[in-house]
């Protein structure tokens, strides 16, 4: 048997900051706004698999096999501040993923020239966003949005080759 480990982790900051061209205005020399975007995320991955040796007949009619897990969270947090001549809004929002799965596969060799190869996988996967403004703003933009949303999913393989 073969352990194959895979792990990962990134970590950003990022200031993202312009002046608001896109703004409505009824006179165009005047400089209407200005938009900063301040983020920090921090992504980690871990995947651990399990690889038969290759070889034939490894357990009973199967010739090889996989088995492993893997797992990936991203978490975001976002300050915005907008300022125009007008108004001005503070947005705060939290974003996280989490993504959980666990897979297999196996193969047989019918012969030198035909495989077998049947898989799967089932994976559960989460998304929570939360944002509130923190200033009162009298436009257009959402003053506070949360959303939780999950699900399972399954996938199969089943696939033949010839060489």
């Known amino acids: 048997m073969k352990v194959t480990t895979i792990t990962s982790f990134v970590t950003t900051d990022s200031l993202n900051s312009f002046d608001a061209d896109f703004t409505n205005s009824t006179d165009p020399r005047t400089y209407n706004g200005f938009l900063a975007a301040k983020r920090a995320r921090n992504v980690f991955a871990q995947e651990i698999r399990f690889d038969s040796v290759d070889q034939q007949d490894a357990l009973a009619w199967i010739d090889r096999w996989t088995i492993g897990s893997y797992i990936h969270t991203l978490n975001e947090d976002t300050n915005s501040n907008y300022k125009d001549i007008y108004d001005s809004a503070i947005v ?21 020239r035909l495989r077998l190869t049947l898989g ?6 989460s998304v929570d966003f939360d944002s509130t403004t923190v200033d009162d703003y009298t436009g257009t933009l959402q003053p506070s949005a949360k959303t939780q949303q999950s699900d399972t999913l399954f996938g199969g393989k089943s696939a033949s080759s010839m060489t």
């Open 120 to 125: 799967l996988r089932t994976e559960y996967h």
């Open 92 to 112: 705060n929002s939290e974003y996280a993923t989490e993504s959980l799965a666990l897979f297999g596969q196996l193969e047989h060799d019918f012969s030198e």
